[in-house]
């Protein structure tokens, strides 16, 4: 399998349960009362492996496959144990951005990147993990 068939295989397995949802009711809250839920947040989509078949692994194939993709496809976090972790955010104007650690840094910095992306939309505690990323670099 290639790498390109390997992430669409994944990605089909995301899109999937990523579509519309019914489970969306009123909710009970503190005060007693009944509310509307929170919007959906948006699924993050990303692959943990031991050693990526890209070469080089973060290279230009591996950045031209992720910028074909659409918003419903997209990935959002990885690591690779054996060559690294990535980060990708997309700019208003949907450019790709890609940020990388070394092979060494690819446990702490996907862990640190992960917790802060969930942080964002509300399910981790409030610490700063990107503070503990600054010696990554």
Excluded at 5 to 23: N, R
């Amino acid at each position: 399998m290639t790498p390109d068939q390997y992430v669409e295989s994944i990605l089909s397995k995301y899109i999937v349960q990523t579509g519309p949802s019914s489970a969306a009711e009123r909710m009970a809250n503190t005060v007693g009362g009944k509310t509307d839920p929170r919007p959906p947040i948006p699924v993050l989509a990303g692959l943990l492996a031991y050693k990526s078949s890209w070469s080089p692994p973060f290279g230009d194939s591996f950045r031209e496959y992720l910028s074909g993709m659409n918003p419903s496809e997209r990935i959002d976090i990885g690591c690779s144990i054996c060559d690294g972790g990535f980060e990708i955010t997309f700019n208003t104007d949907s450019k790709l951005q890609i940020e990388t650690s070394t092979a060494e840094q690819a446990l702490v910095f996907f862990l640190l990147k992960l917790l802060h992306k969930l942080q964002t939309v509300g399910t981790v505690t409030a610490i700063d993990y990107l503070a503990y990323t600054k010696w990554l670099k």
